[in-house]
């Protein structure tokens, strides 16, 4: 037990922080969302579909004939982040302006607002399924489909036993990037303000001169976008997609979100890693299949003495 | 092959935990002994639903063999009339009480799937109607006590020793990893491979993932820490070609096998052709790929021109089974009871196995059979006793 533990603790750690950083980047489209509207946003899995979607028609388009390198491998990496993240930003809007700004400007509840939500997530899966994929891949809708190789997997340098490999570097680096990106955006500029006065007190923000549909519509961005890098990076990594490739995924990322703290963006951060940590290190003890069950032993254990998570909701208290 | 492999996955599953049943008796015309120029076999089985795709070669396969009797002018014909029980037992139920009481049928060549084939087994039973179902796989239902039902393929419970026993003789490995994710299929099949291989001297180290799980890191993790000699997966197709790709890309060589759910071309498309290069397959069906000798061809191009495709899964138990009831009709019997009676002796080189029933229904011979990829592309080694893999 041991000796698994010391052998497999490595290369775990390696995955789960590769893996964790996906969780995370989704993670980032929740909570934002949840801090500005108080919404759960169950059809941000499916934004985080359109992006592996986006990210597999382009690769697809380009067709590598063998795994790209270099200058070649930066842009075309470069590429697929920024139109998915744009088509998924993009979905994102189109899924505020059809699925909740009706009801938020008849003042429905927080429940219609849910209900919504589960009915886009499946309305977008189903679409997707029976229409969309078809027609931009040419096989059944359900079906898995796979992209072609796009980076080597070369170890770039091992610790101890462990290989880190240059799809590791990537997706981690690039995932780091956005969401240093996005906080600074968030903390720093004017639209960012908005942001955090609106999670803190819609009213007051207001009354201060801020437009709630403009700052919800960017709010939708910015997670949309996040989302669509962590398709972008996922369809690198795993080189294959299917319609529903969001619904544990996206449960797994918004767990990580309130583990970190809901509302809270580098809470997002730390719950998405915790959680790709935790899921590798305890199916070394227990097995794989175990994964999701230690993911959310985790959860309530560390809910039921944070109650706010790891951080606590921070978009809300964050100083303007 | 890849249309067909949903409906596969489909079948496998509802199979798995299903049963089987027989045929319809009860001469069709052939009151008392009468001179009789024709009598009516059914088959039965998902035509035209979701799994129709494992059910239509069968047919092709059926109707070929009948086509190429009838053409001989024997002195008793057979008229196929097909049912579409869509695989389901409810509707199953229904047709066999009209292929029982309005068609006339002596025999059934079905039902194609293990759930349906249970709901209407005892039906058969009362009827005297002989079957043999071409792909029913499920272990249970030779023990049903049925006399009137029989199969042309090995069972499920076949299939895991099978694979184990190949291996062994093959790569003589001292140690194997055995995988699955957690349908009721894969982790069935994992447990018979794993007893096998313990049973075969052989140290077993397992793990197990979520089917929905897409990234195998601590899966790959624990198998290179192992480092195996063969690794075989048990479960579809869809989970195994992202496994072999992560365990590829993770720098693990062992021999990867794999049974009959991930006997598909998208395990391929799955894992990407360099990573599925010289996988192996394990399969209680006969598939001819395109550069197969002997009979197999022969069945390969009479199969190509009539039903115009390439055989597909399960095409040549489906001529097989019907040559069963045409060698019986040859053979003077026109009634359900005569029939099964003479399927007690039968004893015939079919195409994809010599055939011969047990008392309990169930075939001799119950060969697996090897496929490998090669080139990108799932080639058909022959039954487990013979094949050698290559690579």
Redesign the interface.
């Known amino acids: 037990m041991l000796d698994d533990f010391l052998n497999q603790f490595l290369p775990s750690t390696v995955g789960g922080l590769v893996f964790g950083s996906i969780y995370a980047l989704v993670a980032l489209g929740y909570t934002m969302v949840y801090g500005v509207l108080r919404l759960i946003n169950f059809a941000h899995s499916e934004i985080f579909m359109i992006g592996t979607f986006t990210s597999l028609v382009v690769i697809t388009a380009i067709a590598p004939a063998s795994p790209l390198t270099g200058i070649a491998l930066f842009g075309v990496m470069l590429l697929i982040i920024v139109l998915s993240a744009a088509v998924s930003g993009g979905a994102a809007i189109l899924l505020e302006l059809v699925a909740y700004r009706p009801l938020r400007r008849k003042g429905a509840t927080r429940l219609t607002a849910l209900i919504s939500a589960i009915g886009a997530s499946l309305f977008l899966q189903e679409l997707f399924a029976l229409v969309i994929i078809p027609w931009l891949t040419g096989k059944p809708g359900r079906n898995q489909q796979s992209s072609p190789r796009l980076v080597d997997r070369d170890t770039v340098f091992s610790i101890g036993n462990a290989d880190v490999r240059t799809d590791h570097i990537i997706v981690v680096v690039a995932a780091v990037i956005m969401m240093i990106a996005l906080d600074r955006l968030v903390n720093r500029t004017k639209i960012g303000r908005g942001i955090r006065a609106t999670a803190q007190d819609p009213e007051a923000a207001v009354l201060m001169g801020v437009s709630i549909d403009n700052i919800v519509r960017v709010t939708f961005l910015l997670g949309g976008a996040m989302a669509g890098v962590a398709g972008a990076l996922y369809l690198m990594e795993f080189e294959n997609t299917v319609y529903n490739v969001g619904f544990v995924l996206g449960i797994k990322a918004f767990t990580a979100a309130v583990l970190g703290g809901i509302g809270n963006l580098r809470g997002a951060l730390l719950g998405g890693i915790v959680l790709g940590l935790i899921e590798n290190w305890g199916a070394i003890f227990l097995g794989s299949e175990w994964k999701d069950v230690i993911a959310f032993t985790v959860l309530v254990v560390v809910l039921m003495f944070r109650p706010t998570g790891i951080l606590g909701e921070s978009l809300q208290k964050a100083r303007a | 092959m890849?249309?067909a492999?949903?409906g596969r996955v489909l079948a496998l599953a509802a199979a798995s935990s299903l049963v089987l049943a027989a045929c319809a008796g009860g001469g069709g015309g052939t009151d008392a002994g009468g001179d009789v120029t024709s009598v009516k076999v059914g088959f039965m089985g998902d035509l035209t639903g979701e799994s129709s795709a494992i059910v239509i070669p069968p047919r092709n396969g059926a109707v070929m063999a009948i086509d190429e009797y009838n053409a001989t002018n024997p002195k008793v014909k057979i008229e196929l009339v097909q049912y579409d029980s869509q695989g389901k037992p409810e509707q199953a139920t229904g047709l066999v009480t009209k292929a029982v009481t309005q068609d006339k049928v002596v025999a059934l060549i079905g039902p194609a799937f293990s759930g349906e084939s249970k709901a209407v087994g005892g039906l058969l039973e009362e009827s005297k109607i002989p079957s043999v179902s071409p792909s029913a796989t499920n272990p249970g239902l030779a023990e049903n006590g049925w006399t009137y039902w029989h199969r042309v393929v090995a069972n499920d419970a076949d299939q895991g020793p099978g694979i184990a026993e190949f291996l062994v003789k093959a790569k003589a490995p001292k140690k194997a990893f055995v995988l699955s994710d957690?349908q009721e299929y894969s982790v069935g099949l994992a447990e018979t491979v794993a007893k096998s291989f313990t049973d075969a001297g052989v140290a077993v180290e397992?793990?197990?993932?979520?089917k929905?799980?897409?990234?195998?890191?601590?899966?790959?993790?624990?198998v290179?820490?192992a480092n195996p000699d063969v690794i075989v997966f048990g479960g579809y197709y869809?989970q195994g070609?992202?496994l072999l790709?992560?365990l590829r890309?993770?720098?693990v060589t062992a021999t990867f096998a794999s049974g009959d759910g991930s006997l598909d071309q998208?395990l391929v498309?799955?894992a990407?052709a360099a990573a599925a290069e010289n996988a192996v397959l394990a399969c209680p069906c006969n598939i001819p790929s395109a550069d197969v000798t002997g009979p197999l061809k022969t069945f390969f191009d009479n199969y190509k021109k009539s039903a115009n495709v390439d055989p597909a899964i399960y095409a040549t138990e489906g001529y097989d089974a019907a040559t069963v009831f045409i060698k019986a009709i040859q053979a003077g019997n026109t009634t359900g009871e005569k029939i099964n009676e003479y399927l007690k002796t039968i004893s015939f080189e079919g195409v994809s196995k010599p055939i011969k029933f047990k008392a309990n229904g169930e075939p001799e011979n119950n060969a697996i059979f090897i496929y490998q990829v090669k080139a990108g592309v799932l080639k058909l080694l022959g039954p487990a006793e013979e094949a050698k893999i290559e690579g």
Do not use: E, H, I, M
Request: proline share 0%; no cysteine; glycine share 18%.
């Open positions: 890849s249309g492999r949903l957690d397992t793990d197990k993932f979520s929905d799980a897409s990234d195998y890191s601590s899966t790959v993790t624990k290179r820490s869809a070609g992202r790709k992560q890309d993770g720098g998208q498309t799955g990407g």
